[in-house]
């Protein structure tokens, strides 16, 4: 069970950038997958989440409307586009995959607390 975080990097403020998160091992394409960041000193934050259809997503409002999140269930793969990023979007993104079942895979989570698995973190960093 892995997942494979990919795509960050030092960006201006303005630009953008697209986050990957590949996951092997077991079927993620059943599960309910996030993002989250962690800035130093600071708690892990939600940012996105997809629900296993890819239907249902939830943004944090520091977000919304400049990040969207996707996924591709064939390729085991999420993303995140990161547009008009901001200094304050400095941070590792990780992303997760929940262990839900069922109806509860329709679901965009928006708790840490929901998600089993995690991914090891890609570093953000955007200059003013």
């Known amino acids: 069970v892995q997942l494979q975080a990919s795509g960050g990097g030092l960006v201006q403020a303005g630009g953008s950038l697209r986050l990957s998160c590949a996951a092997s091992g077991r079927t993620f394409s059943m599960s309910p997958m996030g993002w989250f960041r962690q800035a130093p000193g600071k708690e892990r934050d939600f940012v996105a989440a997809?629900?296993?259809?890819?239907?249902?997503?939830n943004y944090a409002d520091s977000v919304k409307g400049r990040f969207t999140v996707s996924r591709d269930n064939v390729k085991n793969t999420m993303y995140l586009q990161m547009n008009s990023l901001k200094p304050e979007d400095t941070a590792i993104y990780y992303c997760a995959a929940s262990d839900r079942r069922g109806p509860q895979r329709e679901i965009a989570y928006t708790g840490t607390f929901d998600y089993t698995y995690w991914g090891q973190g890609t570093l953000v960093t955007v200059s003013s």
């Open positions: 997809i629900s296993w259809s890819g239907v249902s997503r």
